[in-house]
């Protein structure tokens, strides 16, 4: 593996293993009885100000393109940025932070939906066996057996969230937006910042903060240390490392080995909260992944008759998963 191509993939895993830490931080702040929004809104509020003077940087020479990509920035803001959040993190409040990841992966199975809708074109056997795979992990996922059911509520904030997750997939594969992945990702927190805040204002996503000790693997400490950790950690070095990662692997491959974080998710949450999966849960996780991992095989190959695969995107930097 060539130097730079190796230090892409470690800077994937750094990124995939830094986002993963986000629901342990934010579950932490929400049992002592912190809301969603406001979780959501100190992650996003705090990472924009961090990232705001290098986006200006990025931006010198860049103004009317930043212009021109306005309508696309405020959507990847508010729905790729702080409605996806918003949903992950009620799903968290109400489940564990893996079942609740592991919903939200769902995403690029949505995605495979919407194109063959779109294009009335079927996927590949691939994409298509991946799709039912992954489908099979999600009944597993929900345990419909067990006497001790999910919170159906949960699921559907976990559903929601896999939507949003969708939009920003098909949003970062726009080969046409002319912005720097640093100002899409840093004008996107400003935007979701500004979105998280008009709805707190209205009541629509209501701030509630409690300023006193929170558990984290099984040690009392400062609310300040999952703050600060969603903000520097899961946020700002997830983002940057993620950018390194895509633009010396490229998209695909970045957006591949991000898969890790699910596994980083399902054991940052067993370190710091205690939280497993059951074994059923588990296995349709593996499922849920495995799915996954076949849809973006699929995106790699290349047919035969040099017609792209329904759910192939173009190969440009993405933004960071959110």
């Not at 799903?91 to 995605?111: D, K, N």
Request: proline share 6%; with cysteine.
């Amino acid at each position: 593996m060539r130097n730079g191509a190796a230090a892409g993939l470690w800077w994937a895993v750094i990124s995939a293993a830094a986002f993963g830490v986000s629901g342990p931080f934010a579950k932490s702040l929400l049992e002592i009885g912190w809301s969603p929004g406001a979780a959501v809104g100190v992650r996003i509020g705090g990472a924009a100000l961090v990232l705001l003077i290098p986006v200006l940087i990025a931006l010198r020479g860049r103004w009317t393109a930043l212009r021109g990509s306005a309508l696309t920035l405020i959507i990847y803001g508010v729905t790729a940025i702080a409605l996806c959040q918003f949903f992950y993190f009620n799903a968290v409040q109400r489940m564990s932070v893996g079942v609740s990841l592991l919903l939200e992966y769902l995403a690029p199975v949505l995605i495979v939906g919407w194109l063959w809708a779109r294009s009335r074109r079927a996927p590949r056997r691939l994409t298509a066996a991946g799709s039912v795979t992954a489908m099979l992990g999600l009944l597993l996922v929900l345990d419909l057996t067990s006497d001790e059911r999910l919170d159906p509520i949960g699921v559907i904030y976990g559903l929601a969230a896999a939507v949003c997750l969708a939009v920003f997939f098909l949003m970062s594969a726009k080969a046409d937006d002319g912005l720097p992945p640093l100002v899409m990702a840093g004008g996107g927190m400003v935007v979701g910042a500004v979105a998280i805040g008009v709805m707190g204002l209205v009541g629509i996503m209501p701030f509630t903060f409690e300023f006193r000790d929170v558990t984290l693997a099984g040690w009392q400490t400062s609310w300040l240390v999952p703050v600060l950790g969603l903000v520097l950690i899961s946020t700002v070095v997830s983002y940057f490392t993620g950018i390194l990662a895509a633009r010396q692997l490229g998209s695909k491959v970045a957006s591949f080995v991000g898969l890790t974080e699910v596994m980083f998710a399902v054991l940052a949450s067993w370190l710091m909260l205690g939280e497993l999966p059951g074994p059923i849960q588990l296995l349709g996780g593996l499922l849920i992944v495995g799915g996954v991992v076949m849809v973006r095989v699929d995106e790699l190959r290349t047919p035969a008759d040099g017609v792209p695969p329904l759910n192939r995107a173009n190969d440009v930097e993405p933004v960071p998963l959110p």
